[in-house]
Structures are given as structure tokens and as C-alpha cells.
């Protein structure tokens, strides 16, 4: 954390430094304005580039790492194949309503489903369960 503080700082600096040159270089010169404003804007969109590629880097080494589901956590929280389903539909956004649709199963089938995971995760909240559930790598 304190290479990147440390990385910042001397960017800013650097950028004032060539702000400051500028008004030097600039002096008596008129083509110099649009040259240095060419100079800004290819350092601007060097800046831009690098720091995008690091991020989306970082996203990939995340969902790399979070790709691996535990399925012996699976097993050892007694989570059955069709609870599974459910808990990957809820973690789709789905409704009670609409995981019993695709999954041809009665509404109230579907809540039994999902209050037996809340149980079982120790959640209160589909939200929660979801949370729990990522923690444990058991879905994406």
C-alpha cells in the first residue's frame, strides 16, 4: 500500500514538474502550447492505459481464484444436489416464483428449499446466504 501512495506521489510530482517546465518552454514559442499539450495528453492516456490494465488483471486473478468450487464444504454442510440448484438460482437473482418455474417444482416446495439452506448456511436473508455461500466457495 505504501509503494502505491509512494507511486502516486511522484506522479503528481512529475506532472508538476512538467507544468512547470512547460511555462518555460512555452516562453517566446507558439508552436510550444500545442506541443505541450500533445505532451499531457499522451501522458494522460499512458497513465489511463496502464492503470486499466492492472485492474482488469486483478479481476481475472480473482474470478481465477474464486473459480474452484469446494464441493466437499458441499458435502459437509449436507447440502442436497436440488438445494444446490436453488442456491445458484437465488444467486441469479432469481425469485421463489420463477426457480419453481424453470425447475418444475410448487412455489412452497422452493421456500422449504430455501429456508432448509438458510439453515444450513446460517443466514437469515437470501442476500446473506449468498455472501456465506461465496465465502465458502460453494458458487461463483
Sequence with gaps: MKIHFLFYGLLIFALLMLFQF???????????????????????????????????????DKSIANSEIDHDKINSLEITSREYEVLELI???????????????????????????????????????ITIAKDLRIIH
Design 22 to 60: 512547460s511555462r518555460f518552454w512555452t516562453f517566446g514559442n507558439d508552436q510550444g502550447k500545442e506541443i505541450f499539450i500533445l505532451v499531457v495528453a499522451l501522458v494522460s492516456i499512458l497513465i489511463g492505459i496502464y492503470f486499466g490494465k492492472n485492474k482488469s488483471l486483478k479481476r481475472k
Design 91 to 129: 444467486s441469479k437473482g432469481f425469485s421463489n416464483k420463477e426457480i419453481a418455474d424453470q425447475l418444475f417444482l410448487s412455489e412452497s416446495t422452493i421456500k422449504t428449499h430455501v429456508s432448509k439452506l438458510f439453515v444450513k448456511l446460517d443466514a437469515k436473508r437470501r442476500t446473506q446466504a
